[in-house]
């Protein structure tokens, strides 16, 4: 239909427009448009300005940042790199930690910080971000996602830290691997590595996350961030911070024990 393909796993049912999808059933899409921002004269929930005869949108690329507005109610923001027009905090975490990657990226020159603008920049790519409790990149979700927490460093067993920013960009390259390749990047997930666990990991650790730790100052050209797929989970004082905040990691340990002891 439309040169779109039908998204039929998980029993969804619906065309796969890139930046959302379209229930033929209902005739309704399932989200709004993500650059309605930008089109406020018409509904957020049309297509192309609902004049397909005259537009087309190949591609809805972009990264949609999903959050909580005031009400509590889940809504999201779209955003490809410049000018920034909402005020949330997650949202501003997530523009943070794309800026301080590009930037210290380019002054390294060492390809640090490239995933986190492909997924914002590359027109071609359309992934959702959402607030996590823990890092992670779901291919399944929503043809894409995120979970990223702002708050979430990692601490290694050479004794250096991995920022929250370098968190982002080490799940923004699962992401890209998963848009750029999905077979190879499904094969890879899957497949046992057994130093790394997982040949995905081995390709993320030992490429993008090195290039991005380097270039945001958390390891010496020497070395590494890690010789595997450990690390611990720890609370910095931000962002783009190495320092643990050591009150607030017991808290956070405390929770995960709750978490791992429900049934």
């Not at 986190?116 to 992934?127: F, L, M, N, P, Q």
């Amino acid at each position: 239909y439309n040169g779109k393909e039908l998204e039929r796993k998980n029993g969804l049912n619906c065309y796969d427009y890139g930046a959302r999808q379209y229930d033929a059933v209902l005739g309704r899409w399932t989200t709004v448009d993500p650059m309605s921002e930008k089109y406020y004269f018409s509904s957020s929930y049309v297509y192309c300005i609902d004049n397909p005869i005259k537009y087309i949108d190949p591609k809805g690329g972009t990264v949609v940042i999903w959050y909580k507005n005031e009400s509590g109610k889940r809504t999201s923001y779209s955003y490809s790199g410049g000018k920034v027009t909402n005020s949330n905090g997650f949202v501003g975490a997530v523009i943070a930690a794309y800026n301080y990657n590009k930037s210290n990226g380019l002054k390294a020159g060492n390809g640090g910080g490239e995933s986190s603008v492909a997924i914002i920049e590359d027109t071609d790519i359309r992934v959702n971000v959402m607030e996590g409790e823990y890092d992670k990149y779901a291919p399944e979700s929503a043809g894409g996602t995120i979970y990223w927490n702002p708050n979430l460093g990692m601490a290694n067993e050479n004794g250096t830290v991995n920022s929250p920013a370098t968190g982002f960009d080490h799940e923004a390259a699962h992401a890209l691997g998963h848009k750029k390749d999905p077979k190879q990047y499904d094969i890879d997930r899957n497949k046992y590595d057994k130093q790394y666990d997982k040949v995905e990991e081995r390709r993320v650790i030992t490429g993008p996350e090195q290039k991005t730790a380097f270039a945001n100052g958390e390891i010496k050209k020497e070395q590494i961030t890690r010789k595997n797929h450990k690390g611990k989970d720890v609370i910095t004082e931000g962002v783009t911070s190495t320092k643990v905040n050591k009150q607030k990691t017991n808290e956070y340990e405390k929770k995960r024990k709750v978490w791992t002891s429900e049934p």
